[in-house]
């Protein structure tokens, strides 16, 4: 298949808001899909490449060679290229990289380097998410999308199950043929978010289970025997980082189990350490960094599945194996009772709580309404940079803003960039606006008189050697433009940093 077809589909894809147009147009390029291609097309459709590391980046973008005129490239010799260069290492390496990208994108068309581009630094902004993706195959392959995403949730990712989908002579029999494996992680359940706790019981029969939310890095532990892994958000296996947490589930009274938690440096105060310290501990050989698990699920225990139990059931096994390290948790009828908790804990340093129905099963992969999460909103006034010309459905509109507090010592120090929470009014208007303050303009980047003040609401602040500053805001989302604000009255980086802690 040429590379061609998939950049189209998926700029067809990012220029339409219509999800049932969204999967239309998935469906028929699925449809047209070789087998031999299936692998490689459901990836990237779901906007990701199968290398995990190329040893691209954004600076090896920055001056991309001219497009080609005519498409050429097949989507396998696209995926072997990005092969080649993911396993270059060694004197050189970084030479013959940048050969090959050169080659790689001399021959894409326009439409493919934007993709190609897209695909290299995981922002393929076309709005075809994994959910999106799965309801495509299974139309495409005449099955309920049920048992496509079933059979994702267990077999831990998308490609094998296009494989099966698209690929057997009975697609049903082949996904139903996916299962539970002890030691296979299986894609984690996502919570939907909501303002409050009063929202969040909306929609959720009582009484609901009200978890403590931390601010760790999300890991399931997988236990056969004395064998354990540990595996992230992500189904990275990062079990030979995190010696202390094998050897806490190797002791647990159970000889199978599939446990899902968090993990997270705490202090001796009891209180956890900043997200960083946990991040980059999780990300590197084993330091004086200790990290301690917390659980809030049971998945599997002594050779039974409990997916399909409901979460008060598998609670209680939860806390019959592994209930000295669970998640402090409430189990209430009352929305002020949940909400003096959501107090309590944030009090305490953590980072807010998940409220899940008491009878929904384990929704793997999805953001099902069985869990909510609630967070305390933290908002800034920041200054605009920069801003990046959009791509897809925000072709021609200047979209992904570069966010900067204020130096009281002069100038502005870069915190990270932002395209959340754009409406279309706001593209629109911020297109304009800073088309008028414009300084510069690379095809790609408009540098920006530091004039216009944004509100941005954020999660939380991280540690960053990217940006100057030394920290870098975590899931920013613009709430709206600050015209009755002047740049002189900006968030300074002083007020930032006093929030990190």
Known sequence: MLFDELAATSAAVAATRSRLAKRAL???????????????????????????????GWRSLADLPAPADVPSLTVSAVDLAFEEMASLA??????????LAESLFSAATSQEQAMLRGLVTGELRQGSLDALLLDALGEAAGVPADAVRRAAMLAGATEPVAVAALGASDPLAALASFGLVVGRPVRPMLAQSAPDVAAAFDGLVPPVVVDTKLDGIRIQVHKSGDEVGVFTRSLDDITGRVPEIVAIVRALPASSLVLDGEALAVGPDGRPRPFQETASRSASAPTDVVLTPFFFDCLHVDGVDLLDAPLLSRLASLDAVAGPWAVQRLVTSSSLEASERFASVVAAGQEGVVVKSSTAPYEAGRRGAGWVKVKPRHTLDLVVLAVEWGSGRRRG??????????????????????????????LAWQTERFTALSTGDNGWVVTLRPEQVVEIAFDGLQRSTRYPGGVALRFARVLRYRDDKTADEADTIETVRSLAG
């Open 26 to 56: 998935l469906v028929d390029l699925l449809r047209r899909t070789p087998s031999t291609d299936v692998a490689v097309v459901s990836r990237y459709l779901g906007g990701e490449l199968r290398q995990r590391r190329t040893g691209l």
């Open 90 to 99: 060694g004197p050189g390496s970084a030479t013959a990289r940048a050969a």
């Open 397 to 426: 509109f200047l979209s992904n803003i570069h966010l900067g507090a204020r130096d009281p010592a002069g100038g502005f120090v870069m915190l990270g960039k932002t395209f959340k929470g754009m409406t279309d009014e706001m």
